[in-house]
């Protein structure tokens, strides 16, 4: 970077330290001034921002454009609290979007996008051009999205209300409880799962229709007979069954989709632990740098990669790449073999 001392190792390493390690800048600070190195917060701060713009911008835009690609692909948000935004007064709370892509597809990836509000119209304008199935949970503006959209629910969200339903029930009249019975339900369609694991997708499909689908059926009749207060953590689960049975069917259509939405839960973990250290963003801008970041970071580790070795090899290869060269060279799957995890 023009004017600055930030080495490749130097930014890549408070990069690693803040968004694998989930230590903030404050603290990196106060552990470098141990070090008796002076560096301030917004020092770093500036270094990973404009390294982020610089050199992982062009390699998330083109994550983006292969990730609309797919045929499958699963979603998510959480929350995250931006202290200085273009809107006043303050929003309370702004948005951390997750997509990424299903387990049938060859190359991994995973990007967050940053903000300002839930609106669905965000999902509507990232994925722009996507075509195919998208797994979501129960957030009712995925339902809204357009045609091009096939959203498939979880089954995830729909057994973990039952399973809490159950625990306001004493142990001794679980078992045979309207809510021990809905849940076994479900786990007799988890189980299924768990067999056809390592099989084709033309048999997973197979043996969906053949065992699954009866279970599903009786499942969604019998709860169809049940009378159960709507206020209820029961009444709650029931509801959640009831308006997303559409949405719950749909990965008995297709060997590829899954049973659940776990996949996305799993990939924005990362930045909810985050969150937990650093609380908040300062700005709408390093809201938006933290996505790329996060997103080049988990996209490297979900591609068996060191995520400082993969970001030190960005920062020293692309500022140096060649005129017949492209961003695509610095993709992971196309990373040397010194940024791969020794396994």
């Not at 004017?3 to 190792?9: D, H, I, Q, T, V």
């Not at 060859?106 to 994925?127: C, G, H, T």
């Not at 045979?176 to 048999?203: F, H």
């Not at 960005?314 to 005129?323: A, D, G, V, W």
């Amino acid at each position: 970077m023009k004017g600055s001392f930030a080495s490749p190792e130097a930014v890549a390493h408070i990069m690693t330290q803040k968004f694998v390690m989930y230590s903030p800048l404050y603290r990196q600070e106060q552990d470098l001034k141990r070090q008796g190195v002076e560096l301030t917060r917004q020092t770093m701060s500036n270094w990973i921002l404009k390294a982020s713009q610089l050199w992982l911008e062009p390699i998330y835009e083109k994550l983006r454009e292969l990730l609309i690609k797919e045929e499958v692909i699963h979603a998510d948000e959480t929350t995250l609290q931006v202290l200085k935004t273009k809107e006043k007064p303050t929003p309370k709370k702004a948005y951390m979007w997750l997509y990424r892509t299903s387990g049938c597809s060859e190359k991994n990836i995973v990007l967050y996008d940053y903000k300002p509000n839930r609106k669905i119209e965000n999902a509507e304008n990232f994925l722009e051009g996507f075509n195919g199935y998208i797994h979501a949970d129960g957030y009712q503006g995925y339902h809204k999205l357009g045609d091009n959209f096939t959203v498939v629910g979880c089954w995830a969200h729909c057994r973990r209300k039952f399973a809490e339903a159950l625990e306001m029930i004493s142990k001794d009249e679980r078992a045979n409880s309207t809510a021990g019975i809905a849940l076994d339900y479900c786990n007799q369609l988890y189980a299924i799962e768990k067999e056809i694991a390592d099989k084709s997708y033309e048999e997973i499909l197979k043996v969906r229709q053949e065992k699954s689908k009866p279970i599903l059926d009786a499942f969604l009749c019998w709860a169809e007979k049940q009378s159960i207060a709507f206020k209820s953590k029961l009444g709650g689960a029931f509801t959640y069954l009831k308006n997303n049975e559409k949405y719950l069917r749909r990965y008995l259509e297709d060997g590829r989709l899954e049973i659940d939405n776990n996949r996305a839960e799993r990939s924005i973990k990362p930045f909810v632990m985050g969150r937990k250290n650093f609380l908040f963003a300062n700005t709408e801008s390093g809201a938006t740098g933290s996505a790329v970041m996060y997103s080049i970071i988990e996209t490297a580790k979900e591609n068996n990669l060191n995520p400082f070795r993969y970001l030190t090899y960005i920062f020293k290869k692309f500022p140096n790449i060649k005129e017949n060269e492209t961003a695509d060279i610095l993709l992971p799957w196309n990373a040397p073999e010194e940024c791969k995890v020794k396994i």
